[in-house]
């Protein structure tokens, strides 16, 4: 499986982005998808996840009601759309896929996950 991140940029603070995540294989109804993220100098942490059939979301407290991740599975395509983003946002995102079902509390473990993309740049100007 191979996964392929899109949609970084250079925003301003209270901005918005959409990254884009295209997966090779065809999906399965057991997929995960999730995105993390790495800033410089810190750990990889998670951002949002999504079941591929059925759509359910985790998302971590930090961008609670300003990131939203969602399925296309016509397009094999996973989406983050990042509203009122703010300087502590910035980070390289990456985009990755478990090819199993997680249950709920190792969802934002970057170790559950098989697959990974090449990652995409978020700054978020001051």
């Known amino acids: 499986v191979q996964l392929q991140a899109s949609g970084g940029g250079l925003v301003q603070a209270g901005g918005s982005l959409r990254l884009s995540c295209a997966a090779s294989?065809?999906?399965?109804?057991?997929?995960?998808m999730g995105w993390f993220r790495q800033a410089p100098g810190k750990e990889r942490e998670f951002v949002a996840t999504?079941?591929?059939?059925?759509?359910?979301?985790a998302y971590a407290d930090s961008v609670k009601g300003r990131f939203t991740i969602s399925v296309d599975n016509a397009k094999n395509t996973v989406y983050l759309q990042m509203n009122s983003l703010k300087p502590e946002d910035t980070a390289v995102y990456y985009c990755?896929?478990?090819?199993?079902?997680?249950?709920?509390?190792?969802?934002?473990?970057?170790?559950?996950?098989?697959?990974w993309g090449q990652g995409t740049q978020v700054t978020v100007s001051s």
């Open positions: 999504i079941r591929w059939r059925g759509g359910s979301t």
């Open positions: 990755a896929l478990a090819s199993r079902y997680l249950i709920l509390s190792v969802l934002s473990r970057s170790s559950e996950y098989d697959y």
């Open positions: 294989a065809r999906s399965s109804s057991s997929y995960v």
